[in-house]
Structures are given as C-alpha cells and as structure tokens.
C-alpha cells in the first residue's frame, strides 16, 4: 500500500493518494489522464470475482448501464456515494438494481424507501 502511495505521488496524480481506514483499507485517488476516481482494494479475493459478475450481467442488460450512473450522479451529488461514511458504493447499486428485476420486488416503492434512507442518513450525520 506504501509503494503504491508512493508510486501516485511520483505520477502528480491530481488528488494526493489517501489510505481510507474502513473494514478493508482502501486506496483512493484520482487517475491524471481521465480524471476518474479510483478506488483500489488490495488482498481481497472476491473483488475480480465480483467485477466479472457485474461485467456479464451489464453485458446482458445494457439498459442498466444509463439508469446506474444516473443514480451514481445523484447519490454523489447529495454526498451519499462513499461507503465507508454510510453511503451506496457501485456494488451495492448494481445489487439492488438487479434485485429490482425479481417479481417479489416489483411492488416495493423504492423512491420512498430512499428518501426514507436519505432522511435516517443525514440524522446519523447530525
């Protein structure tokens, strides 16, 4: 993780490299060609597995794609994207969306539920 730090350092990546203490210690920084912020977990064996996952999945439903960053735009700009401070990361939004697909949760208002989420957030934020 120091060599990595280091190595982003050396690059000028735009936003300095910051170790993020949560359950699994993540690295986050800012890629200097595109601009996208990268988060990066190391040791974690799930994580290519996963990425797989979603990667078929967003194969078969494409339509999802334009729905997802639609929401990732608005979780961020309300401040709810980060995980590690009680927002919805990338995984769990493509969870949920994929859920949404499942008869038994075709019915759940989940407008509601997420203004009802977003409401429980900011009072845990004070």
């Known amino acids: 993780m ?22 699994v210690p993540i690295l986050k920084y800012t890629d ?16 290519p597995r996963g990425s797989a996952w979603v ?13 997802l960053l639609a929401v990732k735009l608005l979780l961020r700009r309300h ?5 590690y401070t009680g927002g919805v990361g990338s995984y769990l939004l493509f969870v949920m969306a ?15 539920k997420c203004f009802r989420w977003r409401a429980a957030v900011a009072r845990r934020r004070g």
């Open 2 to 23: 120091r060599a990595l730090l280091r190595d982003g350092v050396a690059l000028g990546y735009p936003r300095s490299p910051e170790v993020v203490r949560a359950r």
């Open 32 to 47: 200097a060609a595109s601009r996208a912020a990268v988060d990066v977990c190391i040791d974690q064996e799930g994580g």
């Open 55 to 67: 990667r078929g999945r967003l194969r078969a439903r494409p339509e999802l794609r334009p729905l």
């Open 79 to 83: 401040g709810l994207s980060e995980t």
């Open 98 to 112: 994929e859920r949404m697909r499942d008869p038994l949760c075709a019915s759940v208002d989940l407008g509601a």
